[in-house]
Nanobody, 115 residues
Framework: VQLQASGGGLVQAGGSLRLSCVVS????????MAWYRQAPGKEQEFVAA????????YYADSVKGRFTISRDNAKNQVYLQMDNLKSEDTAVYYC?????????WGQGTLVTVSS
């Protein structure tokens, strides 16, 4: 399975970006999909996830109310709508397919929020 994340860029604080992750090689409909991020000098952290059964979303407290995760099983894509961006959201964002040892990661897309 391969994941291709896109949509990152430079945005001013308070702005919005929409990240996309295209999955090829396997269908996403039966798998948990998630976004993680890693800021410069910091450890990777969980951002958001969406289940494969009911598409229920889960968010880190730091992004709750500002970010929205969604999925399109027909297109084999997962999205992260990021609104009201803050400088502390600056990071490389990675999408993840599945859980545990069997999961796969994309190459990441850089989001830079200027204050």
């Amino acid at each position: 399975v391969q994941l291709q994340a896109s949509g990152g860029g430079l945005v001013q604080a308070g702005g919005s970006l929409r990240l996309s992750c295209v999955v090829s090689g396997r269908p996403i409909r039966s798998y948990l999909m998630a976004w993680y991020r890693q800021a410069p000098g910091k450890e990777q952290e969980f951002v958001a996830a969406i289940t494969w059964t009911t598409s229920s979303p889960y968010y880190a407290d730091s992004v709750k109310g500002r970010f929205t995760i969604s999925r399109d099983n027909a297109k084999n894509q997962v999205y992260l709508q990021m609104d009201n961006l803050k400088s502390e959201d600056t990071a490389v964002y990675y999408c993840r397919y599945g859980l545990g040892l069997g999961s796969s990661w994309g190459q990441g897309t850089l989001v830079t929020v200027s204050s």
